[in-house]
């Protein structure tokens, strides 16, 4: 792993410096993804910052609006990612044409995709981490750039309540607030939900299966996306609605996509679910992760494999 001030002196020696995240983005992948490009335009003010992605923001798109790139801009360009674990989930597969790469995470690093990278899978949000970057290296930390580190923050410590979340992370929040952002704001943001999409969390309760061991799924299927004016992309809002259940321990909900495959969300309260979704074209965090399943077989055969570790767990703490 390289140190900040290493990326740092990579950064300078390029004009063109493109930064992207994972797809389906969360608060996270665009908070990180937008307060690293907006400190880097207010530090090298001639250089070429842009963000890239597919324009698939959906209900976050006030964190950040990505820009349009072309293959031509990449020519002699840096290319940076941030939260993003795997190469298959950076969005806009034009990251590959960049002269070097460089990745910052917290995701296990099961895939060192990049020429140059910090990872640190114990922080709780790539946000944070870039919050870090731009402190240690003393770049501008306006209230342009702290508004989407906080909404970073915020939206993968599930509002300060994970438990990868330190004293650090309060400190880093602390200063971020100090700027002047409206905290306030985001937290509404990050928590409204439009009366469809509330709908949408019943209906989940309404499905949810339970198995003895504590593991829980719902299937949202299209017809029910359909029904309640709800699409794909706003269905994520009903991923933690499970976990307010005590009997619940992990669980999984599966969103049926037009196509009719599947994305899997998988949630835990203490049972490691990542490993499970690294089978199924996914990946992400110990207790939180997400994959991908081609049809029913599939999420059968996933549900049973949480249903299997959840047991284990049980075991192990009973």
Known sequence: MNTFT???QKITQYDTIILHRHTSPDPDALGSQAGLARSLKLQ???KRILCAGENDEGDLAWINHMDQVTEQDYEGALVITTDTGNAARISNKLYSKGDFLIKIDHHPDVEPYADMS???DQAPAASQIVA???ITEKMPLTAEVAYPL???I???TGRFMYPETTDHTFKIAAKLAATGININEIARNISDVTFEQAKLQAEVLEYMKVDASGAAYAILTQDTLHKLGV???QASCTVSTPGRIKDIIAWNVFVEKPDGTFRVHYRSKGPVINELAAKHDGGGHALASGANAKDM???????AELVQVTKEYQEEHE
């Not at 077989?297 to 549900?303: G, Y």
């Open 118 to 120: 910090f990872v640190d």
């Open 231 to 233: 699409d794909s992309e």
């Open 154 to 156: 915020v939206g993968d």
């Open 6 to 8: 290493e990326i740092y």
């Open 297 to 303: 077989a599939e999420v059968k055969q996933i549900f």
């Open 150 to 152: 906080y909404a970073g």
């Open 44 to 46: 090298f003010p001639n």
């Open 132 to 134: 870090d970057f731009i």
